[in-house]
């Protein structure tokens, strides 16, 4: 069966350091994945999106790596703030929508 | 201005009950989606709509019946309310379908509480 598995411990790091967060999947071939952002009572928010044929995307303090070969997805925050501090979420689109990871919580300590 | 509302933002009923969440997209997106987020915060698909009609139904119980009176509206109606439908329901609206690099666009969420 298809799987997304993220690092389902929380992720607790200081302020200013880089934040590493994982997604692994199974049984997928997807032409891109996205990562999303979720706070406490809101809905997903959309962050980067990074297609099969490319290994790295960036924007701003926020870098994402796609590895097909290996079947993973690493998502990097640099120099992170306490206002990084969400859920993050994974998310491949087999068919007709998006299937999320179940997140990985970061927080960030001043 | 919002781009995807629903309404309610909390909903508190009985079990066996009939309730309605309602939600709303001013982007003039194409495809429509329900997800559903339980405790552990697990966001799983219920139901697609692409132009009002039907592309997903993800083994989601009969009792749930989605609506789509157009294109910017898609509607959840709950028959029978059981006690594991006390969830997190999140409306979510992309330009296009999945087939191509869409990201979705999310609502708030509608906190649904069976009793």
């Known amino acids: 069966s298809q799987k997304i598995e993220q690092n389902s411990e929380a992720l607790n790091i200081q302020e200013g350091k880089t934040a590493t967060l994982t997604c692994n999947y199974t049984?997928?071939?997807?032409?891109?994945l996205q990562w999303y952002r979720q706070d406490p009572g809101r809905g997903p928010v959309f962050l980067l999106l990074?297609?099969?044929?490319?290994k790295e995307k960036r924007k701003e303090r926020l870098k994402v790596t796609f590895d097909t070969t290996l079947k993973q997805s690493l998502f990097h925050i640099t120099a992170s703030q306490p206002a990084d501090s969400a859920t993050y979420l994974c998310a491949l689109a087999p068919r007709y929508a998006l299937n999320f990871g179940k997140g990985t919580s970061l927080l960030v300590t001043p | 201005d919002t781009a995807v509302s629903q309404t309610p933002k909390y909903l508190v009923t009985q079990m066996g009950n009939d309730k309605s969440i309602k939600c709303e997209q001013n982007?003039?997106?194409?495809?429509m989606y329900w997800y559903k987020q339980d405790s552990k915060k697990f966001l799983k698909i219920m139901f697609s709509y692409n132009n009002k009609e039907l592309i997903i139904n993800e083994t989601v119980p009969n009792r749930f019946s989605p609506k789509s009176p157009d294109k910017a509206h898609l509607n959840l109606h709950i028959n029978s309310l059981e006690l594991g439908d006390s969830a997190v329901y999140f409306c979510?609206?992309?330009?296009?379908?999945?087939?191509?690099?869409?990201?979705?666009?999310f609502g708030s969420g509608t906190q649904l509480s069976v009793l």
């Open positions: 979510a609206s992309s330009q296009r379908d999945m087939t191509t690099n869409e990201k979705l666009f």
């Open positions: 982007l003039g997106h194409d495809t």
């Open positions: 049984n997928y071939s997807p032409a891109y």
């Open positions: 990074i297609r099969e044929n490319e």
